[in-house]
């Protein structure tokens, strides 16, 4: 009877020493260049082994002394019964990359509080440089990369799943951190003429696309019919479907190229053809989820193979990366959504290596 109750003694003080939560980083930081700002851009995933409450009451970030973070606002990332996740997306304007940063967060469970701290070492290297998807036009960069877009909050939940290597769960994949929605305007900052219910009164619709970069094509989805903007219909959100016609372009080192919403039956490659970069691949249309015609553009890294199998293409992370050359305008200010942009603030000047953000208005001429 000791000798059990000793047991059962050892296996509760082990379980009190490992039950904690568990912040993990994922996926490695990415740094977003912009023409006005570099950015440090990643995730914080939080559950507790225990799948137990948890009570934010701080987080910050910091490096050596300075602190460069200090918001303590977690999502809560529920997924059907899987709950008690937290995830928190991070982006940080800096002058200068540190070499180590260091996260703080600090919590309670039940009335006991922790704190945990993970550091970071920020890998400085060159940015995937490509070519726009366009060879020419003026375009609007909706949804683009910033702290608050929706493409950067967007992320594929899964069930909670431990990995030994980070001592810790990861809850998702955040695909879409860097996805540009692509909308041409006229000069007057338009983007349809009459009223905009049909396709044909978009300035992008039908508008050529290419090759990012020389690739493969790895994956095409044709036939799906352009939705009368701005409706679409809500079963359409499925793996297969849920980027309407489609193209992925595998451009090397396990990067994907995603060229989503094309308009049906303008695709010009097949499955396993190799392009070049500034090769037509199709026409940008309103196809799958898309409330009007627009080009949904984004690179993902290959991570679950077989990566076109079902949802493993989704289960991806974004990375980042820059073009080689662009005109800038200026940002677009749409208050009302009506079909024009309010406010043009003009910045112009002719970009290199760089990425657009949310919002900023660009000019490509190849």
Known sequence: MKKLSLGIFLICALTNLSA??????????QIFNGVNRTSLVYEIHLKDSLNRNIEIEEFKVQSKNTLLLFDSEFISYDFRADTNRFIKNIWIDLDTLPAIITNILKCNIGGKEFVIKKEITVKVRD???IRPPFNEGSWFIGGGPSESSFHRVACQKIQSKFETALDGFILGYSNQRFAIDWLAINDKGQFYKNDGRTNEDFYGYGKDIVAVADGEVIWIKDEIPDYIPPNYHDSIYAAETALGNCILLDIGNDIVAFYAHLKPESLRVKLGDKVKAGD????????????GPH???DLRKRIIEPFTSGLNRYYAQSVSYVFNSYELIGTGIDDNEDGELDKIEKNKKLVNQKLPESNEIIIISH
Do not use: A, R
């Not at 037509?280 to 409330?291: D, H, V």
């Open 20 to 29: 904690q939560p568990k912040m993990v980083i994922p996926f490695e930081p």
């Open 127 to 129: 940015l995937l440089m």
């Open 280 to 291: 037509i691949i199709g026409k940008l249309g309103n196809s799958g989820p898309s409330t």
């Open 295 to 297: 080009l949904h553009f």
